[in-house]
T-cell receptor, first 116, second 116 residues
Framework: AQKVTQAQTEISVVEKEDVTLDCVYETRDTTYYLFWYKQPPSGELVFLIRRNSFDEQNEISGRYSWNFQKSTSSFNFTITASQVVDSAVYFCALSEAPGGSYIPTFGRGTSLIVHP | ETGVTQTPRHLVMGMTNKKSLKCEQHLGHNAMYWYKQSAKKPLELMFVYSLEERVENNSVPSRFSPECPNSSHLFLHLHTLQPEDSALYLC???????????????FGSGTRLTVV
């Protein structure tokens, strides 16, 4: 069975601090996808990144970066120089590759609060 | 309009009312999902329609009834709800064909439901 653990329920930082959101997953599949979503107060889950299990390259997009390590089954998300607009709930998710089970498993989410 | 659209954005209903939530996607996806998000609880998958097949979470009460007339539209019919059903209901869509390079889930903004 698939499982996604986001151990940090809530993180509070001051603007301009760097912050890392942890995500640990469990799956028996060799082919799978990992996702990060952002949910601002408006409610919509906004797609941030997708990574497949064969691509362990780290990715950087502006102030966002992701560290995927299959050896530790982790897919951590770092925000550099955080801003107040980064305040949201962030979800990590896992899904088998298309053609298999199409039901994603979400973590419980990490609430990030960035203070000015 | 593109993306996933949910209506209404907000809904207040009495326990004896019957109402329906609507979700529409213009992405050409072939799978649609209903999620329930209650305060302080993880995202709960309620129903999935994929390639005309329906998958449901057996813990969802029968007072929630989904309908998927075609691959672009999804409804959630509500009747005789309870106050504990108050939550944010999110619709999502995805493409489940193997090898799709854009595989991922697109969410709507949700319907915030209050049962009084």
């Amino acid at each position: 069975a698939q499982k996604v653990t986001q151990a940090q329920t809530e993180i509070s930082v001051v603007e301009k601090e760097d912050v890392t959101l942890d995500c640990v997953y469990e799956t028996r599949d060799t082919t799978y996808y990992l996702f990060w979503y952002k949910q601002p107060p408006s409610g919509e889950l906004v797609f941030l990144i997708r990574r497949n299990s064969f691509d362990e390259q780290n990715e950087i997009s502006g102030r966002y970066s992701w560290n995927f390590q299959k050896s530790t089954s982790s897919f951590n998300f770092t925000i550099t120089a955080s801003q107040v607009v980064d305040s949201a709930v962030y979800f990590c998710a896992l899904s088998e590759a298309p053609g298999g089970s199409y039901i994603p498993t979400f973590g419980r989410g990490t609430s990030l609060i960035v203070h000015p | 309009e593109t993306g996933v659209t949910q209506t209404p954005r907000h809904l207040v209903m009495g326990m004896t009312n019957k109402k329906s939530l609507k979700c529409e996607q213009h992405l050409g996806h072939n799978a649609m999902y209903w999620y329930k998000q209650s305060a302080k609880k993880p995202l709960e998958l309620m129903f999935v329609y994929s390639l005309e097949e329906r998958v449901e979470n057996n813990s969802v009460p029968s007072r929630f009834s989904p309908e998927c007339p075609n691959s672009s539209h999804l409804f959630l019919h509500l009747h005789t709800l309870q106050p504990e059903d108050s939550a944010l209901y999110l619709c999502a869509s995805s493409q489940v064909l193997q090898g799709d390079p854009n595989y991922g889930y697109t969410f709507g903004s949700g319907t915030r439901l209050t049962v009084v």
